[in-house]
């Protein structure tokens, strides 16, 4: 069975409006500062360097290099959540049929477990609520616990292919959610953050320095601060599983529990 890691502790990412709002103001103030140091060079007679419009210009294509290959990684992140979604589904059920390889009183057990792990998972997913995450997880932990029990009595008591059948499904069923945990964990580092700042600031001052006195009052300053502010609220909404407005809908868990419901028998998730 997959350990989990530890639990990961909230970060400013986690607030997308917010990183938003403090990059905005932090390019626009780099963006002034250049500004003000191209005035006060030009009150003292100075120039800008020949070359400064070569290093401008690739420093801004570097910059949309590296905004772009970290919008890549929030991407593939939350295609990675996704997809864990679906193997998750299909996990439990798969091992919801193949409780019925149990015998009846184990079979009936394992199946009511398994609708209440069910429901817990999806719980997990549409709640927003901090303490209420935190008490969803113990039960989800007990409920686990329980249906491990539940299977290994079963196995134990008849050995055969058929009950290790049902015991290496509960044991997919316990992985893909340690999997699915793994990869809510699985965040664009800070260190890619931190570097991306950085050149963006550094771009928003010499673009600044590069603004002529006469056009400083206008609203080209704000422009590409503007821009990288937005583009850091997508890449952050899109990076926190629980941040922002763009979330993972448990919508396969969702059809599995409905399907459950009906009576039918679950169907493959997509």
């Not at 590296?66 to 439990?92: C, H, L, P, W």
């Not at 409780?99 to 079979?107: E, H, R």
């Not at 550094?202 to 673009?207: A, D, F, R």
């Amino acid at each position: 069975m997959l350990q989990g890691a530890a639990p990961r502790m909230s970060t400013l990412t986690d607030y997308p409006l917010l990183v938003c709002v403090l990059s905005f103001l932090a390019f626009w103030w780099c963006a002034l500062l250049g500004a003000a140091v191209r005035r006060k060079q030009e009150a003292h007679g100075g120039r800008a360097p020949e070359a400064f419009t070569i290093i401008l210009t690739a420093s801004l294509t570097l910059l949309g290099l590296i905004v772009g290959f970290t919008f890549s990684m929030a991407v593939s992140r939350y295609d990675q959540r996704k997809n864990y979604e679906a193997a998750e589904a299909n996990a439990i059920g798969t091992e919801y049929v193949r409780a019925g390889l149990l015998p009846a009183s184990d079979a009936a057990m394992t199946r009511m477990l398994l609708r209440s792990y069910l429901d817990e998972r999806i719980r997990l997913y549409q709640s927003r609520d901090e303490d209420r995450r935190a008490e969803i997880k113990q039960r989800i932990t007990q409920l686990q616990a329980q249906l491990w029990s539940a299977v290994q009595g079963a196995a134990l008591a008849q050995p055969s292919a058929l009950t290790a059948l049902a015991a290496a499904g509960m044991n997919d069923v316990l992985n893909s959610q340690a999997y699915t945990q793994a990869a809510w964990w699985n965040r664009i580092p800070t260190a890619a953050w931190l570097l991306m700042s950085l050149i963006a600031l550094v771009c928003n001052l010499m673009v600044g320095y590069a603004t002529s006195e006469a056009r400083v009052r206008s609203l080209l300053l704000i422009i590409l601060p503007l821009l990288l502010s937005i583009a850091f609220l997508l890449i952050a909404d899109i990076d926190s599983p629980r941040g922002g407005v763009i979330h993972v809908s448990p919508q396969n868990l969702v059809s599995l529990s409905q399907q459950i419901g009906a009576g039918s028998p679950p169907s493959p998730a997509r």
